[in-house]
């Protein structure tokens, strides 16, 4: 293993050193393991609190700031939170507006923020919940967990972030959330293993002939496991399940992202492949991120998200947003 | 032995946390086959923490509670909240009295599964750490309803639950992360069942000793 750490049990607390000392915008709590706004939230402005392992950088604390989360708690890399951080954060960022916990459905995450959401309700404040369970490579049936929650928790974060910010009640907030997080799909491949730091080796054997699709964002396995192929090929293994599960027809926002160990020139190999594919299929791409947003540690691949979006989310979209991972309009 | 006190409980938490240290590097290694590849160096975390807190404890509800709270604020993941509600439930069930008889240790470790079932929402045969607990459960029972002492009990329970941890190995995962996998999560064995047959095992050495 050949990382840029001073050692694997300190990997967290010195990333939020760094995040701290690079981002005046947020403030970081060590002690709790929480990134927030430097600012204090808005009275009566509902705050959006996300968080999960470490790893996927810039999500979550990178999308900490104006028109975004109000708070994120990072845990270990690739385990998640635990309730007391969750807790801290619930109580930093409210206003008496409520809190709205954007989780994504692993089963760590969902039971992590299953016990804070009692203990801040037990504490007199409201809690409500979103699951993202985006990931179409997971069978949606009763004998799994469910399906994973990846790329559309990026769009989700941004969409109904801006309308908290605008000042739209718990309730608004929440139906928003759970309409975004019904209209988005992902998919993606991989062609390495990551390398979780206290593991010290590759969490699985990729041959440099084969590549793994429908992988997490973990890299826990996929669907399959098949021969390295042409970015050609690859966009239709990504597209082609996407649009199986939804009608993509109409306005759609899209993300590509990396899982942070491919340069973003083979992203947009990628995107020059998936555009066409898409506009032939009669999905409208009105917005589109190609780069690195939920990534998977060192993992070379990508995932392809794509979110249904009417006038209202394509205007919150475009809304001012002000943090480290993502910043336009302001 | 007649009965098992606090300071054997918390000698069987500290005997847990050395199985634990010894086995971290297999626990992660069965957890990267099928899961994200931390149970074992989350589990050393939590456990770690959790062994300056035993000394404070003066009575079992006492001790389930510091481990409880410890395990839940440290471990994360889905082995956090399920640990931690394991203890706090067990610490619960076995009450302020400093001398627990084999049954009443038997029925406060039900309710701890009977927490980590509550809590997880998995059934025998999900390939999780319930397919050690519950056949160890019974075991105990068993043992109890036969005329054991606890010593005998924990001896049938551990064995037990080895063998519910092997008996994960050919079964398709329907919680936690390795579920995803589907049929590729067949042919290895469960993380979550392998530590909790360590928890059972460290028991065993515990008052076998004792």
Known sequence: MKKLINSPADVLADALRGIQAAHPDVRVDTENRVILR????????????????????????????????????????????????????DQAVDSGAGVLHIVKNYTGDVLNFEMA????????????????????????????A???????????????????EEGADLDAVLALAEK????????????????????????????????????????????????????????????????????????????????????????????AEIAPLLETAGVSVERVLVGDYITSLDMAGCSLTIVKADEEMLRLWDAPVVTPGLRWGA | ???????????????????????????????????????????????????PKLDGAATPADLGKAIGMTLVSTVGGASGPLYGTFFLRLGGA?????????????????????GVVQRGKAEPGDKTMIDAFTPALQAWDDAVAGGADAVSAAEAAATAA??????TVPLVARKGRASYLGER??????????????????????LAAS
């Open chain 2, 1 to 51: 032995m007649t009965d098992v006190t606090t300071a054997d409980l918390r000698a069987w938490i500290t005997r847990f946390a050395s199985l634990i240290d010894e086995h971290q590097t297999e626990l992660t290694e069965l957890d990267s086959a099928i899961g994200d590849a931390d149970h074992g160096s989350n589990m050393a975390r939590g456990m770690h923490a959790v062994l």
């Open chain 2, 162 to 167: 080895a063998a519910g941890r092997d008996a």
């Open chain 1, 38 to 89: 430097g600012e204090p939230t808005r009275a009566g402005k509902v705050a959006l609190v996300s968080g999960g392992g470490s790893g996927h950088e810039p999500m979550h604390g990178g999308f900490v700031g104006r028109g975004m989360l109000d708070a994120a708690c990072a845990g270990e890399v690739f385990t998640s939170p635990t309730p007391d951080q969750m807790l801290a954060a």
């Open chain 1, 180 to 271: 975004v997080s019904g209209n988005g799909r992902s998919m993606g491949v991989a062609l390495t293993s990551c390398t979780v730091p206290s593991a010290g080796k590759p969490t699985f054997e990729l041959p440099d002939d084969e590549m793994e699709v429908g992988v997490g964002i973990h890299g826990e396995p996929g669907r399959e496991r098949r021969p390295l192929a042409t970015a050609k090929e690859i966009a239709s293994m990504l597209v082609d399940p996407i649009l199986a599960d939804m009608d993509a027809t109409g306005p759609t926002i899209v993300l590509l992202s990396g899982l942070g160990g491919t340069p973003l020139i083979e992203l947009y190999v990628m995107w």
């Open chain 1, 117 to 144: 959401a009692e203990l801040a309700q037990g504490e007199g404040i409201r809690v409500e919940t979103v699951v993202v369970a985006d990931d179409v490579a997971v069978q949606d049936s009763t004998w799994t």
């Open chain 2, 94 to 114: 076995a009450g302020a009295e400093d001398a627990l008889d084999a049954a009443t240790l038997g029925a406060a470790l039900r309710a701890g599964v009977e």
């Open chain 2, 185 to 206: 999560s067949a042919g290895h064995l469960d993380p979550g069942a392998a530590s909790a047959t360590l928890l059972l095992e460290a028991l065993r050495d515990t």
């Open chain 1, 146 to 164: 469910g399906r994973r929650g990846t790329g559309t928790t990026v769009i989700l974060e941004k969409i109904v972030g801006a309308l908290a």
